[in-house]
């Protein structure tokens, strides 16, 4: 079999080979407008953040496999593939504890206003006290605060359980216009309504696309959080620096944007935005603990042997 790596340089670990006779090709990354050449003749595909569309896929007639290496699957059409008997499987659990530490920092560190306290010590304000410690920026407790969850699976999971360590109470979110709530799950706009942070865990789909826009912000406390490590367009992001700008949340914790990497000039990039120090924005950087990135890549080859031995797994289409 051919298998051709589109993104190698998007996994930072050591990569074995699959235990079966095949020939490799690796490309550091690559563009849309390179991915039929590249593929031509491959029968597996292993493609990260790339799009493979269905004009793509309809070209690439020798195409058996897609393993992507990631969780989400949005950037492959899984509809052609589908059409067409191409297997494709993603990488799951891997995240299971990077993801949730990366969101406890973000809350942590708006929380207690870290960033805020940083700029006041690189002014000298300590230096000037007349007493041993400040009180400039309010400090909250995660204990005894409400944590809402929109979505329920690994990360969403391991969330609420370090949450739960730090004394949270978790509020796990239904469905947005959901018109029955099931057990143990509290109504989206309930959360919207009472919590004191939320945290996004779910997909980006048709139905997620715009999930928490200017409605949304509105409605939650203005001493509300948002964190947000699963994919941009789950939020409207000119809502979101309009929220930021006028107060109708307390801060923001992001680790994903729209497009990525981000154009110039994007919202979220605004200088401004950045200055604030109830606003943090990391590059996607959640995931890649590099024992995450490791359980990744071992996890992605085992889906291409388990793919040529005629037992397919992770499968998604």
């Known amino acids: ?69 990631a969780t989400g699957t949005n950037n492959v059409d899984l509809d052609a593939c589908r059409a067409r008997g191409v297997v494709v499987s993603n990488i799951r659990g891997y995240a299971e504890h990077t993801v949730p530490e990366h969101v406890m920092a973000l809350l942590l560190a708006l ?93 980006l789909t048709p139905e997620t696309t715009g999930l928490i826009g200017e409605t949304e912000l509105r409605a939650m406390q203005r001493s509300a959080l948002l964190i947000n490590t699963a994919r941009g367009g789950i939020v409207d992001e000119a809502a979101l620096v309009r929220a930021l700008k006028e107060g109708w949340i307390a801060g923001a914790g992001f680790d994903v944007v729209t497009v990525e990497p981000p154009p110039a000039g994007h919202p979220l990039l605004d200088p401004a935005l950045l200055a604030l120090p109830n606003f943090l924005l990391t590059p996607h950087v959640a995931w890649s603990s590099r024992p995450a990135m490791q359980t990744l890549a071992d996890q992605l080859i085992a889906n291409i042997e388990a793919f040529a031995a005629g037992t397919p797994q992770n499968r998604v289409a």
């Open 111 to 203: 929380s207690r206003n870290l960033v805020a306290w940083r700029e006041t010590l690189q002014a000298g304000a300590w230096q000037r006290a007349e007493q041993f410690c400040l009180f400039d920026h309010p400090i909250r407790d995660l204990h005894g605060a409400a944590l809402g969850l929109v979505g329920s699976g690994t990360l969403g999971n391991g969330v609420a359980r370090l949450a739960e360590a730090f004394g949270m109470r978790v509020l796990r979110a239904e469905h947005k216009g959901a018109t029955t709530v099931r057990p143990g799950y509290t109504a989206f706009a309930e959360v919207l309504a009472t919590a004191d942070a939320i945290s996004l865990h779910c997909p």
């Open 1 to 69: 079999m051919r298998i051709v790596q589109l993104e190698s340089e998007s996994v930072i670990a050591a990569m074995r080979r699959p235990a079966f006779a095949h020939e490799w090709v690796d490309y550091p990354a690559t563009t849309p407008a390179q991915v039929v050449e590249r593929l031509t003749g491959a029968d597996i595909a292993i493609t990260n953040k790339v799009p493979l569309d269905a004009a793509a896929i309809a070209a690439l007639p020798a195409l058996k496999m897609v393993a992507i290496s």
